[in-house]
């Protein structure tokens, strides 16, 4: 029951919504995560919600019992996510003036917006590079 739990924070992970540094993909943050770390939950994590900032929570208290892998790696992929949807945010603000331009969206709902942005011609550098960084291209 336990093991099908972390899968599915896997799977959560992995479909979340929203780097020229290189971020890991949510998928593979959590797929690092459940490799090394699995055990780790199923052992100390159980009832924890199924929540990136909770699971985080749970290992950052449980640190003592920890691998030395998990210790590493968890650290790593909830950073790679942090990072991953940080960037995201950042499409809004670097191509506002494509997603309004070029799109006719708004960038209140940036995601509508970026099948047209990456089709469109004339998209300025900074718009490309941060899409490029938030995984849509």
Known sequence: MVRGGIFLFVALLATAPV??????SFADSAALLARSCGAEIDANCRGVSLDANRMRECLSRNTDVLSAQCRTDYLRAFNAIQKR?????????????????LCNGSTKETS???PCLIAAHGVSRNCIQAMDDAGYR
């Open 19 to 24: 780097a020229s540094a290189e971020t890991m």
């Open 112 to 114: 509508k917006s970026i």
């Open 85 to 101: 949807i940080a960037a995201r945010v950042t499409v809004a603000n670097a191509c506002t003036r494509e997603i309004v331009k």
